[in-house]
């Protein structure tokens, strides 16, 4: 971060001490072993970048539930569910959401559901098609949004703008094909349908924080 810390393309993330710290998502961070994150995260680790011009807060990835209890041993801030395919992981299962939000509540972290407008990755792993979720004219979308703002989340997560591969993309979309391929669009609907959708839901999200607030 040294040089780059201070760029505007940070996000940034106000923490209960009042400070603002750039905010990472970790993927696959159960991979490595909870004692290693530890004496990155924890205050009292060897190599503990709390207070430090490295600190920041730093969001695992939960995949199995017993995810949660690593995550917090591990010092991380938070965690988040990621894949945008609904029972694909016990994390990113949307009836899990409610017993995670608690965990996190009860501990401090953060609980960011990710939500995704559809799921297809069979270009890529044709074995796959069991986790295929159909975007349903933006109604699995709408959904997983509204299973999100259930939980009263600080954050929400979108998986993901543009990652074609695995048929998440939001962004503006045409008809379009290749000798090998013919990409998602979003016909008879708008090309930009997906970035209206998120648009009226980051503004019903807003509404819903400051009620929950009141």
């Known amino acids: 971060m040294v040089g780059y810390g201070d760029h505007g393309?940070?996000?940034?993330?106000s923490i209960s001490n009042g400070k603002v710290l750039p905010l990472f998502y970790i993927y696959d961070s159960y991979l490595t072993p909870?004692?290693?994150?530890?004496?990155?995260?924890?205050?009292?680790?060897?190599?503990?970048l709390r207070g430090t011009q490295y600190d920041g807060i730093f969001i695992a990835l939960?995949?199995?539930?017993?995810?949660?209890?690593?995550?917090?041993?591990?010092?991380f801030?938070?965690?988040?569910?990621?894949f945008a395919s609904n029972g694909f992981s016990y994390g990113s299962s949307h009836q899990n959401w409610k017993g995670l939000k608690a965990f996190c509540d009860a501990n401090n972290l953060l609980f960011v559901p990710s939500v995704?407008?559809?799921?297809?990755?069979?270009?890529?792993r044709p074995w796959n098609n069991h986790n295929t979720r159909n975007r349903v004219n933006g109604r699995y979308y709408e959904t997983g949004l509204q299973a999100a703002l259930n939980v009263r989340p600080e954050i929400v997560s979108i998986t993901s703008f543009n990652e074609w591969h695995e048929g998440t993309q939001i962004e503006r979309a045409v008809p379009k094909k290749t000798i090998r391929r013919v990409y998602l669009d979003y016909q008879p609907h708008e090309p930009d349908?997906?970035?209206?959708?998120?648009?009226?839901?980051?503004?019903?999200?807003?509404?819903?924080?400051e009620r929950w607030l009141v």
């Open 77 to 82: 801030d938070g965690m988040y569910t990621y």
């Open 62 to 75: 939960i995949v199995d539930e017993k995810h949660k209890h690593d995550i917090l041993a591990g010092g």
């Open 9 to 13: 393309a940070f996000y940034r993330f």
């Open 116 to 124: 995704g407008p559809g799921y297809v990755d069979t270009s890529i």
């Open 34 to 48: 909870t004692e290693a994150w530890a004496e990155l995260l924890t205050s009292t680790g060897s190599q503990s």
């Open 193 to 209: 349908l997906y970035l209206e959708l998120t648009r009226t839901w980051v503004e019903q999200f807003h509404k819903e924080k």
